[in-house]
């Protein structure tokens, strides 16, 4: 019995394959099923069913008084519901027939063979259909929904189309909508999808031309995820403020208030820590002209600015060449650097640690080398020597008041002379401290001759 209601379930099926039927009610199609098969239908005993369909004709079974529907309706709720078992949940999985259900409030149920279902029930006279490689499933509509039609698309399509586009509850039937998110595009992006990949696709397999309006959308917010959004007068809490009005939560505790002064907040928020990046800074370093740094306490906005522009050592903190380049790396610039010392130190920055600040950022550049300086005290020798073609070749340059920068190869040269002329030579050179102030030359006739570093 079993074997003979299988094949008179094929034999309808297969000329549902063989017709241009598509969606079938369910219920419809058994009491048709039931009328063509009557004199041999199908009839075994059998119960405790996946699924019951309950169907209308079937509840109302003690009420029909015609023998016909009598028999139909006790037969639509006995072997009727093996049959749309067999169906819906066994055809179903094997993939050969596709659910659906009948618009309006009752929602009856609906099946239509698949395109295997078809080849296989109406074999060997049909054939399965060649599908184009590139079938055109979607059309993209200016409100930026992607309406797929799943019968002319693969898995991996759609798989691919609902990477950048956000899906719509789930339908039975066999058009899917999608919508273009700002978020899903993000997500889409961050996983590795660029955007012509995305513009591309939606072209490709678009039944209709990509809208304006979408793809300069789409635009815009591809070049939107790498941009930052400056807000200024923020306010945020990092603390429990779940009850506060108008606190918008970002994340992990931390809650976007509305702009408000320090005075108000510190009323607000008795008892809280409050940090005002809009106030004077704290006064907490200090710092000598070689750039080690002590920090004596100090909030989180002066601890944050120190670590960006200086290195941990075991003292505190250290501006060397390789902090400040950081920095600069960072975004900051040689005067925000100095602007941020000048904010902190308790006294004023030392002009050398500035000067090797701008350094660091600029390379500004000395020269180095060694010097034969000649000293002359006496104003009237000084004169003498600037003036003397003689002496002229033998030297490089005149440092005022009194000093000369003797060429190397003519010092011997400059020493005879010196004493042909008179001049008593020092090889000790007079070099005043400093921090000492210059005094008046004194009268003499006193030169000195000496080789320095310079």
């Known amino acids: 019995e079993l074997s003979h209601a299988r094949h008179l379930l094929a034999w309808a099926l297969s000329r549902v394959a063989h017709s241009s039927l598509g969606w079938l009610d369910l219920e419809v199609f058994l009491r048709d099923l039931w009328q063509a098969t009557r004199e041999s239908p199908i009839k075994f005993y059998c119960h405790n069913f996946a699924w019951d369909p309950n169907f209308e004709m079937a ?49 009856r149920p609906c099946f239509r063979l698949t395109e295997l279902g078809r080849m296989v029930f109406g074999a060997p006279e049909i054939e399965a259909a060649t599908k184009p490689e590139k079938a055109r499933f979607l059309t993209v509509q200016p409100n930026l929904e992607v309406v797929a039609y799943l019968e002319s698309a693969d898995a991996p399509q759609i798989c691919k189309l609902s990477r950048f586009a956000a899906c719509a509850p789930r339908t039975s039937g066999p058009v899917q909508t999608f919508a273009l998110r700002r978020e899903s595009l993000y997500s889409a992006l961050e996983s590795g999808l660029t955007l012509d990949e995305a513009c591309g696709f939606l072209t490709e397999y678009g039944r209709t031309e990509l809208p304006a309006n979408v793809k300069r959308m789409l635009s815009e917010w591809a070049g939107k995820r790498e941009s930052l959004v400056l807000r200024n007068h923020v306010a945020l809490a990092l603390g429990p403020c779940e009850d506060r009005p108008r606190a918008r939560a970002l994340g992990g505790n931390v809650y976007l208030l509305p702009s408000v002064s320090a005075k108000a907040a510190a009323k607000s928020f008795e008892g ?30 002066s601890q944050t600015r120190l670590a960006r522009i200086a290195d941990s050592v075991p003292t505190g903190r250290q501006l060397t060449q390789e902090s400040i380049r950081r920095a600069r790396m960072s975004g900051l610039s040689a005067d925000q650097i100095l602007a941020w010392l000048g904010a902190h130190l308790t006294a004023k920055i ?65 020493r005879t002379l010196l004493e042909r002329l008179g001049f008593t030579i020092d090889d000790q050179l007079d070099l005043p401290p400093l921090e000492a102030a210059v005094s008046p030359a004194k009268d003499g006739m006193l030169v000195k001759v000496s080789a320095c570093g310079r």
Request: charged share 20%; hydrophobic share 40%; net charge neutral.
């Open 59 to 107: 509840r109302k079974k003690e009420h029909y008084s015609d023998q016909n529907n009598r028999q139909l309706a006790f037969w639509l709720d006995d072997e009727g519901i093996w049959a749309s078992n067999a169906l819906m949940v066994t055809l179903f999985t094997l993939g050969l027939v596709e659910r659906g259900q009948a618009a309006g409030r009752k929602g």
């Open 272 to 301: 809280w820590t409050i940090l005002d990046h809009g106030g004077e800074p704290e006064r907490t370093w200090t710092t000598d002209e070689l750039g080690n740094v002590t920090a004596n306490g100090g909030h989180s906005i």
């Open 350 to 414: 030392p002009p050398l640690l500035e000067v090797a600040v701008r350094n660091w950022t600029g390379r500004h550049g000395v020269r180095l080398g060694p010097a034969q300086l000649l000293q002359i005290v006496q104003p009237q020798a000084k004169e003498a020597l600037l003036r003397s073609p003689t002496f002229r070749p033998l030297l490089a340059g005149h440092i005022p008041p009194g000093w000369f920068l003797v060429r190397e190869e003519h010092l011997s040269q400059v």
